[in-house]
């Protein structure tokens, strides 16, 4: 049973940064698709960053681009976002997710069939 886990959220003034982990376990780390998603009070989960675990490609929504950057740790099992010049925009229930058994496009929710149980980013003016 693959589980999925998160840390790293917290509260921080606007232009600060934060780095978001996310440890994998019960499953060989390797060749599936990773992201992290938010969801906005009263709103969908979206879509933030996507990386393939076996190789360089990395996705973003434009909202971030520029901003944060995901990346994995192989040894250490784990999912990374590194969020930096933070907005007030960006306050929001952050969550990893993955693709262990299903495949589909990476900005789409319904593509992964594992979650984490989310961690909290309050950016304050």
């Known amino acids: 049973q693959v589980q999925l886990v998160e840390s790293g959220g917290g509260s921080v003034q606007a232009g600060g940064s934060l780095r978001l982990s996310c440890v994998a376990s019960?499953?060989?780390?390797?060749?599936?698709?990773m992201a992290w998603f938010r969801q906005f009070p009263g709103k969908e989960r979206e879509a933030v960053a996507g990386?393939?675990?076996?190789?360089?490609?990395?996705r973003y929504a434009d909202s971030v681009k520029g901003r944060f950057t995901i990346s994995t740790d192989h040894a250490k099992n784990t999912l990374y976002l590194q969020m930096n010049s933070l907005q007030v925009d960006d306050t929001a229930m952050y969550y990893c997710?993955?693709?262990?058994?299903?495949?589909?496009?990476?900005?789409?929710?319904?593509?992964?069939?594992?979650w984490g149980q989310g961690t909290q980013v309050t950016v304050s003016s």
């Open positions: 997710a993955a693709q262990i058994q299903t495949w589909g496009p990476w900005n789409n929710g319904t593509s992964y069939d594992h």
């Open positions: 019960g499953a060989t780390y390797s060749g599936y698709f």
């Open positions: 990386i393939y675990t076996l190789g360089d490609m990395t």
